[in-house]
């Protein structure tokens, strides 16, 4: 059996006030368990020491929307990524948008969501390689809505719809020497059965370890 990357998912499960760990967790056990290994926490001062010798990538599934990461932690995460390091932060996970170098890191910034309810994903035309074997899908969902900056350049590679119009869903762009991807679906456990959405998942967080190896 070929050696799993081993990549540090981090979240909350007691803390979180809208989006538990413990659920997507179990999913991503199932979806990147042949090939990634998980170390989970609900330890952010784990962030100030990341080391790549230790981990490839980390995956932020935070539900922290109401605090600040110190800087010790913020400045750990930036330091990994820039070095080479991998991010993938899943719905959610964007919440680590409370520093606002952590927003520029994952490439946007979440305003607000229209209710919970069935959105048709359509990836982007002319493709991505991260749309391999990923065909369009639909899935209950919340609705995302982003605000980016003109200072980070970043790669939409999947849309929603919702009331007639698209909207991003996912995107990818390099961070110094690493990358970071962006995945909108991630609410609850039924967000991760769609097959196309596991294989999304797989594909990005090979993507953002390729340079990790």
């Avoid at 042949?34 to 990538?57: I, K, N, S």
């Avoid at 990358?179 to 993507?207: C, D, M």
Wanted: hydrophobic content about 40%.
């Amino acid at each position: 059996m070929a050696k799993q990357t081993k990549v540090l998912l981090i979240g909350d499960n007691g803390e979180a006030p809208w989006h538990p760990l413990e659920p997507a967790r179990a999913e991503l056990e199932v979806i990147l368990g042949d090939e990634f290994e998980l170390a989970v926490t609900e330890d952010y001062e784990q962030l100030a020491g990341l080391e790549r010798e230790r981990y490839a990538a980390v995956i932020s599934y935070t539900d922290c929307w109401r605090r600040k990461l110190p800087a010790e932690q913020t400045a750990g995460l930036i330091r990994f990524v820039a070095g080479g390091g991998g991010l993938l932060a899943i719905h959610n996970g964007i919440s680590l948008q409370a520093s606002y170098e952590l927003a520029q890191l994952i490439g946007g910034k979440f305003t607000d969501h229209p209710p919970y309810q069935p959105l048709n994903y359509i990836g982007a035309t002319g493709g991505h390689p991260l749309l391999e074997g990923v065909p369009d899908f639909t899935v209950d969902e919340e609705p995302y809505l982003f605000e980016f900056d003109a200072f980070t350049p970043r790669n939409v590679f999947l849309e929603y719809e919702f009331e007639g119009k698209r909207y991003p869903a996912a995107w990818e762009h390099t961070y110094g020497l690493g990358k970071a991807v962006y995945l909108q679906p991630g609410h609850n456990a039924g967000s991760f059965k769609p097959e196309a959405y596991r294989t999304l998942i797989r594909n990005s967080l090979r993507w953002v370890t390729a340079q990790a190896e």
